[in-house]
């Protein structure tokens, strides 16, 4: 039997209260024992459950009602069905307190994740699995942005937590995986977002309706049109045809939009068709520590390319058989197909003696091992301009000179490639 009624005193040392029934002209029960998850103060409105309608000292106080809600202090947790665990496996929190200088108040939903108010930190309950944890934040500001100055950026921010298995066998973080969500830091204080070991970002919608996606990327299913886009940021994963190779020899990071593309380039939606990508590579700086670090996830930015990159259908997806249909590299060299695009462009050019031409070259892209002079045409005194084919021309560190032929030049417009 189930019963509501007020708390009219409180014994915290016992963790047992007595509760007053107004229907039954204000009886008052003998001493109840307090559920775990309660901690309950005079004039509180309780739920009792009564394992016998005839008695009344039969009972445990099982929830505390506010007079329109209930009132669960801090934390609720849900068990499966046929579970025997020792934690429960989804939680609710209601956390408080100060982080980074700033007051908050927030309502976490966790799976495979708990708080223990105790220690005030976040805890995996299966150390192997991954962990999340929806934040509803009442008061505060999005974790790590304290210092902006931005005290009420609140938002609804999805976060995730890697367990064990999220790394390889020989990866230091596998073992770094703990009971607690966050890694103590150099300065001896505790962190818990914004790092490998602790939460990372999924998804916030901030105050102002800002979202960020914290992911690898977005996935467009297209309205039934298949197979599937994909807005996509980070490192191939693929692996190579070559089991001896070392991840440093071939991976690198990317940025760009996938189509029939898993996040990551190592798998395809549909096997018999084939897949693309296009956007931004880069290497991949294996020193942004200081130190060789062979799982780095930094970007280098120098060496990038702009790709049109395709896999063949019913093919592995090995970074070997990923090619580029198209590249430009930052220094503007492009390839077709890996055949190289000559770049054009003309260049005037100082004429010495009226016979022969002097020319610089444009910028410090082009030199002697680069350039090829596809045509000259020398202006005459006439102003007319006549096309040179027997030109003689010397590339120097510096730029080319070369002989125009019979006539008296004033200028002259070279056509040079770059290959």
Same mark, same amino acid.
């Given at each position: ?29 003998? *001493? ?22 005839? !008695? ?10 506010? *007079? ?15 579970? !025997? ?133 977005? *996935? ?39 189509? &029939? ?52 259908? !019913? ?5 070997? !058989? ?35 031409? &002097? ?7 082009? &030199? ?39 006539? *008296? ?11």
């Amino acid at each position: 039997m189930i019963k509501k009624g007020y708390v009219s005193s409180v014994d915290p040392l016992k963790r047992t209260a007595r509760i007053t029934f107004t229907e039954l002209e204000r009886s008052v029960t003998a *001493e109840l024992p307090i559920a775990s998850h309660l901690e309950l103060s005079v004039s509180d409105y309780v739920v009792v459950a009564f394992t016998s309608s005839s !008695n009344m000292a039969d009972g445990m106080i099982i929830s505390a009602f506010t *007079e329109s809600a209930m009132r669960i202090n801090q934390s609720l947790g849900f068990y499966p069905e046929s579970g !025997n665990l020792p934690q429960a496996p989804y939680n609710f929190a209601v956390i408080t307190g100060m982080r980074g200088g700033v007051e908050y108040t927030e309502l976490w939903i966790l799976v495979n994740a708990w708080y223990d108010y105790k220690t005030k930190r976040f805890k995996r309950v299966d150390l192997d699995n991954f962990s999340f944890g929806w934040q509803l934040q009442g008061g505060g500001t999005y974790p790590g942005e304290e210092s902006t100055g931005d005290f009420i950026n609140q938002g609804v921010n999805l976060w995730k937590a890697n367990g064990k298995k999220a790394y390889g066998e020989d990866d230091p973080s596998r073992e770094l995986t703990g009971e607690d969500i966050g890694a103590l830091q150099s300065d001896g204080s505790w962190r818990e977002f914004g790092i490998m070991l602790g939460w990372n970002n999924h998804f916030m919608c901030d105050a102002y309706g800002g979202m960020t996606i914290g992911g690898s990327g977005f *996935e467009i299913d297209g309205s039934g049109t298949s197979p599937f886009k994909r807005i996509s940021l980070g490192k191939f994963s693929g692996g190579s045809t070559d089991s001896a190779k070392a991840y440093p020899d071939y991976g690198y990071a990317y940025n760009g939009t996938l189509w &029939n593309g898993q996040h990551g380039l190592w798998n395809m939606d549909e096997r018999g068709y084939n897949s693309f990508f296009w956007g931004m590579v880069s290497p991949l700086d294996f020193y942004d520590t200081g130190y060789y670090n062979p799982y780095t996830g930094r970007a280098k930015l120098e060496g990038t390319k702009m790709v049109w990159r395709k896999l063949p259908k !019913n093919t592995d997806p090995r970074v070997e !058989n990923w090619f580029d249909i198209a590249a430009i590299s930052e220094d503007g060299s492009m390839t077709l197909m890996g055949k190289p695009v000559p770049a054009v462009l003309e260049v005037k050019a100082d004429i010495v003696n009226m016979t022969d031409f &002097n020319m610089a070259y444009p910028d410090d892209t082009w &030199n002697k091992h680069n350039i090829v002079i596809l045509a000259v045409k020398g202006v005459l005194e006439s102003g007319n301009l006549k096309q040179v084919g027997g030109y003689n021309a010397t590339f120097t560190d510096y730029g080319a000179y070369g002989y125009l032929g019979s006539g *008296e030049f004033i200028s002259a417009k070279i056509l040079i490639s770059k290959i």
